[in-house]
């Protein structure tokens, strides 16, 4: 055990930094000797590739990566749409069959046609045809939904 080294995690550099300057900044991979190799490269690489994650789809089996526009929402554009027309068809069928329709829902799917009116303007977003008319569908929907509201509120106010 004379060979041994206590104290050293990665190998110790030759050269000594100057520590009594009040404004040297220690850098243990400069120290280490572990900044001139390739290693530290790769590293710095992997590290810039780690600022910026891409963020995929949670949707099982799905590998597309969620827009800006839909991160609140985290899924794709498919799976979002998917999501937002199933909100819609369940209130629709709450209100069909005179029950309560849940009131967040509701707020969200008004939400939502303020979201694909915005989405529909902009020239550079990447919806395709299919998904881009899905969005004026659903615009048409949750309007339906909410004159239909509307005409029953004022049916039942009048018999009361």
Aim: proline share 5%; with cysteine.
């Amino acid at each position: 055990m004379a060979n041994t080294r206590t104290g050293w995690i990665l190998p110790r550099s030759e050269r000594c930094p100057d520590l009594t300057s009040p404004g040297y900044n220690l850098n243990l991979f400069e120290t280490a000797g572990y900044a001139e190799g390739p290693a530290w490269q790769k590293a710095c690489l992997s590290n810039q590739a780690m600022i910026t994650p891409k963020r995929i789809c949670p949707a099982p089996l799905c590998t597309v990566e969620i827009p800006a526009a839909l991160e609140i929402e985290g899924l794709c554009r498919q799976h979002y749409l998917e999501k937002a027309f199933h909100k819609l068809a369940t209130a629709t069928l709450d209100f069909q069959c005179g029950r309560d329709i849940d009131d967040h829902a509701m707020e969200w799917l008004r939400a939502q046609v303020g979201f694909a009116v915005e989405s529909l303007g902009q020239e550079d977003a990447e919806w395709e045809a299919e998904q881009r008319s899905m969005l004026l569908e659903l615009i048409l929907g949750i309007a339906n939904l909410n004159e239909f509201m509307r005409h029953s509120k004022l049916v039942v106010g009048r018999l009361s």
